[in-house]
C-alpha cells in the first residue's frame, strides 16, 4: 500500500526545509524527503555552513598574523587539523540537529531515501538496502539542488584532485595548491587553505576574477588576494590534469604562462554547478527542462506540470540558498491558494573572501550591457573611522542611481564584514528608496554602516568625509 499525503518536498536543503515548515505551519500534511539522515542539504552538509565556518578560522588566522602591525604578537599559530575537523563537523551535527527537532515538532514526516517520480502524482523511495516506498501525493515541491561541475578534461578519480566537496574534509593540508576557478568557491576555498599554509596559485579561464562582478569591486579583492596567492593566471585554461602518486601534473596554456608543464601537491576544481534535474524521473512527465538543464518554472514556481513546483538551484542562477529559502515560501502560499509572486527587485549577493564582496539589484556592469543610463556614487572605506579602526580602509561601497529619478537601483560593496551590510541595500531596493532617503535614517556611530548613507551623500555632493563638487 502506497501512503498518501497531501505534500511532498524533494530535497531538503535551505529551499526544502523551508516550504516543508511552512506548510506544517499551515496545516498541510506534508513529507519531506531527503537521503541524508537529517534536513540540511548540501548548504548545510557540504556548503553554505562548513566552508563559512573554516573561513571564520582562515580570517581568525589572518588577524593573528596580522596583528603584530598593531603591536601585539601572538606568534605563529598551531593548526591541531584533527580538532579543526571535529569542529567544523560539530556546527554541522548542531544545525541538522535543530532542523532534526524543527521537523518533529512541527510533525513534518521526514522519509530519509533517494526520490524517483513515478508520475505526476506518485514518488518512488528507494531507501537502505533494496526497500522502496512509494508515496502518493496531491502536490509536490522538487528541491534537489545542484552538484559541482567536473569537465571531461579534469575528470579523475584522485584523493589529490578535490571538488567544492572534498575540499572542506581537510584530509590535509598541501603544500602547493592548484585552484581551477576564479570564482566564489574557489576563492573562498583557496582563502582557506592559504590562511591554512598551502602555497596558492590561481587560474581562471577568463580575463578576470568573479567574472560577471563590478570591476571596481573585484579590483580590492584582487590587490589582497595577489598577496595570499603565489601566482593568479588569468585567461588560461587546464589543458590536462594527470594524478600521480607524488603530486597532479598539469598542463596550462595562457598568455602568461611561459612553463607549460607544473606539478602541483594537489589540485581543487571549482568551475560550476549543474543542477540535479537529470535523476528525478522529469521525464514521467510534462516538466520542461532549458538547455542547461534547469526546470522551466513560472513566477510562482510552478512546472508544465500542474502538481509538480521546483524551487532552489533546480530552476536557475542565481544559485543561493537566501533565493531558495524565498522560493519555497512561494510555492507553498501558491499550493494553499494565496495570491503570490516571486518577484524580487534585488537578491543580494555575497563573497565571503577576506575582504567580503556583497551586492544587489543592479550591477553596473549589468547597466553597462543592457545600455542603461545610470549614475554612480562611491564611498571609499578609508573616509572612514570604523574602517580606519579595524586597519582596514582597503574596502568600497557604492550606489547605482537612476538619474531622472534618483531612484536607488543597486548596491554594491567590499570590505570586511560587507556581507553583514548589504540588507540595507536589498531593502532600500525592494521599499523604492532614493537616494535623499537614506540620510533621514541616522546610522550609528563609529560603524561601517555609516558608508551606506555616506555613499547617498556623495551623489547629492553634500559628504561630510567626502569632498565632491556640487552638481549643477
Known sequence: MAKKTDLIVVGAGPGGYTA???????????MLIDESPRPGGVCLYRGCMPSKALLHVANVLT????????????????????????????????LTGGLAQLAEQRSVDYLQGVATLVD??????????????????????????????LPEALATKSDRVLDSTSALDLSRIPENLLVIGGGYIGLELGS???????????????????????????????????KIAKAVYMDTQVINLKPGKTGVEVVLDGPSIENRQHNFDMALVAVGRIPNSDTLGLDRTVVELDERGFVKVDSQRRTAEPSLFAIGDLVGEPMLAHKAFHEGRVAVEAITGLQTVFE??????????????????????????????????????????????????????????????????????VGSGAGELIAEGVVAIEMGATVSDLPLCIHPHPTLSETIFESAEVFLGRSTHVYRPKRK
Open 20 to 30: 516543508a515548515f511552512l506548510a506544517a505551519d499551515l496545516g498541510i500534511k506534508v
Open 63 to 94: 588577524e593573528a598574523r596580522h596583528a603584530n602591525a598593531w603591536g601585539v604578537e601572538f606568534g605563529e599559530p598551531k593548526i591541531d587539523l584533527e580538532r579543526l575537523r571535529k569542529w567544523k563537523d560539530n556546527v554541522v551535527t548542531k
Open 192 to 226: 582557506v587553505y592559504a590562511a591554512l599554509g598551502s602555497e596558492i596559485t590561481v587560474v581562471e579561464m577568463t580575463s578576470g576574477l568573479l567574472p560577471g562582478v563590478d570591476r571596481d569591486l573585484v579590483n580590492v579583492l584582487s590587490r589582497r588576494f595577489g
Open 120 to 149: 505526476a502524482h506518485t514518488v518512488s523511495v528507494a531507501k537502505s538496502g533494496s526497500a522502496v516506498e512509494t508515496v502518493r501525493f496531491d502536490h509536490a515541491i522538487l528541491a534537489t539542488g545542484s552538484r559541482p561541475v
Open 344 to 413: 524580487p527587485k534585488a537578491i543580494p549577493a555575497v563573497v565571503f573572501t577576506d575582504p567580503e564582496i556583497a551586492w544587489c539589484g543592479l550591477t553596473e556592469t549589468q547597466a553597462a550591457k543592457d545600455q542603461q543610463l545610470v549614475s554612480v556614487a562611491r564611498f571609499p572605506w578609508a573616509a572612514s573611522g570604523r574602517a580606519l579602526t579595524l586597519d582596514r580602509p582597503d574596502g568600497l561601497t557604492k550606489f547605482i542611481v537612476d538619474p531622472n529619478t534618483e531612484q536607488v537601483l543597486g548596491v554594491g560593496m
